[in-house]
C-alpha cells in the first residue's frame, strides 16, 4: 500500500471481470466482426446464460442464433420468457440445447409447454420482479437478499424464510432468494460508442440492463456503433465497463407476436 501527502492509497480493486483489451492508443478493443467471433472462447456446454429481451422485444437475435449453431448444449437460460415457436430461445428450444429455464412468463411458446409437461425442460419459475432483482443482485456483487413476493406460495418452498419488521412497523415473513451470477451474458442494445456505452431504445430497456450486469462477461449485439464521446452521458443507460463485446447485428426484422385482423366491412 503506496502513501501520498500522509495518505494510504489502497491497492486497485480486482473484480470478477475480465479486463478489457486495449490498442496501442490505448482505444477499447471490444467490436467484433459478427456473432460467432464474439462468442468465439466463451460457450460450452451446461454453461448458464442470462439473456435480456421481453417477448420478441429487445432480443439478442444474432447472438442466440451463433448459440445454436455453434452445437453447445445441457445450457440453463435465465429470461424472462422464450420468446415464441423458432424466434428467440424458442430456436434453441427446438435444438434441445436448452436443460432448463428460469423465467418469470412462458405462456407464449408451445414447444416450451409442451417439453415441460413432458418432463423434457427443467423450470424454475421466478415472479418478474424478483427476476430482474436476482440479476441486479448478481451485477452488484450482492449474493441473496429476502423479498414477500411469493411468501405462502410454491416460489418460496424450499427457500429459506425469515420475519423482519417491514415499512408498517409489523413483521413479516420474506423468502430469501439468489443473486444471479452467469457465465455470459447477451443482451440487445439500440445504440453504443466505441468504449461500449449503451443507449436502449424505448420498452426495449426491459430485461437487457440488468442482464447484462450479471454475466462474467457481456456479450451486446447493437444496431449502430458511434464514435466515443458522442453519445449523451446523461442518455447512456449502461456504461461500458459491463460490456466485454459487441457487434452489430442490424439490419432486422420486425417480429410480431400476434397478428389481429378483423373482416372488412361491406361497402
Not at 141 to 147: A, D, K, Q, R, S
Not at 148 to 166: I, L, P
Not at 208 to 214: F, L
Request: glycine share 10%.
Amino acid at each position: 500500500m503506496r502513501a501520498l501527502c500522509g495518505f494510504a492509497i489502497p491497492p486497485p480493486l480486482v473484480t470478477g471481470r475480465p479486463a478489457p483489451e486495449r490498442s496501442s492508443r490505448f482505444a477499447m478493443k471490444k467490436l467484433y466482426p459478427d456473432a460467432a467471433a464474439a462468442l468465439a472462447g466463451l460457450l460450452k456446454d451446461d454453461m448458464l446464460i442470462a439473456a435480456g429481451g421481453f417477448g420478441l422485444c429487445g432480443v439478442p437475435e444474432r447472438l442466440l442464433d451463433a448459440i445454436r449453431d455453434a452445437g453447445v448444449s445441457n445450457l440453463t437460460f435465465v429470461s424472462n420468457n422464450a420468446g415464441i415457436d423458432n424466434e428467440g430461445i424458442g430456436k434453441l428450444l427446438r435444438t434441445r440445447q436448452v436443460a432448463k429455464m428460469i423465467s418469470s412468463y412462458v405462456g407464449e411458446n408451445k414447444e416450451f409447454e409442451r417439453q415441460y409437461l413432458a418432463g423434457e425442460l427443467e423450470v424454475e419459475f421466478c415472479p418478474q420482479g424478483t427476476l430482474a432483482e436476482r440479476m441486479r443482485a448478481g451485477g452488484a456483487g450482492i449474493p441473496g437478499f429476502y423479498t414477500r413476493t411469493g411468501v405462502g406460495t410454491m416460489v418460496a418452498e424450499g427457500k429459506e424464510v425469515k420475519r423482519f419488521a417491514g415499512s408498517d412497523g409489523e413483521e413479516h415473513d420474506y423468502i430469501l432468494e439468489r443473486g444471479i451470477f452467469a457465465d455470459v451474458s447477451i443482451v440487445k442494445a439500440w445504440k453504443a460508442d466505441e468504449t461500449g456505452n449503451l443507449v436502449f431504445r424505448k420498452t426495449a430497456r426491459n430485461f437487457n440492463q440488468p442482464a447484462a450486469t450479471c454475466g462474467r462477461v457481456c456479450v451486446v449485439e447493437v444496431e449502430e456503433v458511434v464514435p466515443a464521446g458522442s453519445l449523451d452521458p446523461d442518455c447512456i443507460h449502461l456504461p461500458g465497463v459491463f460490456v466485454q463485446r459487441m457487434i452489430v447485428g442490424a439490419p432486422y426484422d420486425k417480429k410480431v407476436e400476434f397478428t389481429t385482423t378483423r373482416e372488412r366491412a361491406a361497402a
